[in-house]
């Protein structure tokens, strides 16, 4: 049966595929753009399994604060080229503006909205028929807050979200703050709500390196905790010094600008 370019264009913006691979779809089909659809994404699907256990190293990570919610995402992929390929990074977004509208709580519930009548996790199996790369949603992180921010790096790798309690929190105050957890990686929020297990590491190495120095045994505790307290001040956002004046703690920037910081959300391609 012949296919129009016409149609071959219609089926390419309804899905996104290539040129030959909606010609093929439509042939296949006989024209029926609802089977040559669901032959797309069956490909799509073939390719995900036979790619599934290659790493999905590369990808682009995007957020945005909608007042009193903010959300970041990854949308992972194989290759730096898809990663900044327009159609991946317009996905992204998409899959970003339905978590800001909609709210979910989980990974999974995201994947299973829907964008144009179809789930966001068949989307992105469409769009692994289109690359041929493994692809899949994760790190999806919110925070919710009087007042919310976010923050991308340059290069859609790296973003960051910070929730305040106030409403009204100044925009650039709010941007640093979101800079800061960005440009210096703390490990939580304040030292109360580091968890336990690292705690305990930090202890351990401060011991182990207090010994390594020949101090007496009956030091090595006290030691230990001035190690974690210095670990503190280096790995907790409030406690750090803040990176536009090293004399302020990011606690003293918030305090002096009538800012509470609840919650902090950073989200990096290939974190731990």
């Known amino acids: ?31 029926d753009f609802e089977k040559a659809i669901e032959i797309i994404r069956k490909k799509g699907q073939a390719v995900a399994a036979k790619r599934s256990d290659r790493e999905a190293s590369e990808g682009c990570v995007l957020a945005a604060s909608n007042g009193g919610f903010a959300a970041v995402l990854a949308l992972k992929c ?53 690359t041929g790369e493994k692809m899949e949603l994760d790190y999806y992180e919110f925070v919710q807050g009087g007042t919310t921010v976010s923050y991308i790096h340059p290069g859609n790798k790296l973003a960051t979200l910070v929730a305040f309690a106030e409403e009204g929190v100044d925009q650039q105050v709010a941007r ?13 929020l304040d030292r109360t709500s580091v968890p336990q297990k690292v705690i305990d590491t930090e202890l351990e190495i401060g011991r182990d390196k207090a010994r390594q120095e020949g101090k007496p045994e009956a030091m090595l505790d006290k030691i230990a905790e001035g190690r974690l307290n210095k670990f503190f001040q280096d790995s907790t956002l409030l406690e750090q010094s803040f990176i536009k004046d090293s004399k302020v703690t990011v606690a003293d920037y918030l305090k002096a600008n009538k800012a509470t910081a609840i919650a902090f959300k950073r989200v990096t391609l290939n974190q731990e």
């Open 1 to 31: 049966m012949a296919v129009t370019m016409a149609e071959i264009s219609k089926l390419r913006t309804m899905t996104g595929a290539g040129m030959m691979d909606c010609k093929n779809a439509l042939i296949e089909s006989e024209n």
């Open 78 to 130: 194989e290759t730096d080229f898809v990663a900044k390929n327009a159609d991946f990074v317009a996905l992204t977004q998409s899959i970003l503006d339905v978590a800001l509208a909609e709210k979910p709580t989980s990974t999974e519930a995201l994947a299973a909205l829907q964008i144009g009548g179809k789930a966001i996790s068949d989307l992105i199996i469409e769009r692994i028929g289109v």
């Open 176 to 188: 640093d703050v979101a800079m800061q957890a960005a440009a210096m990686n703390p490990v939580s």
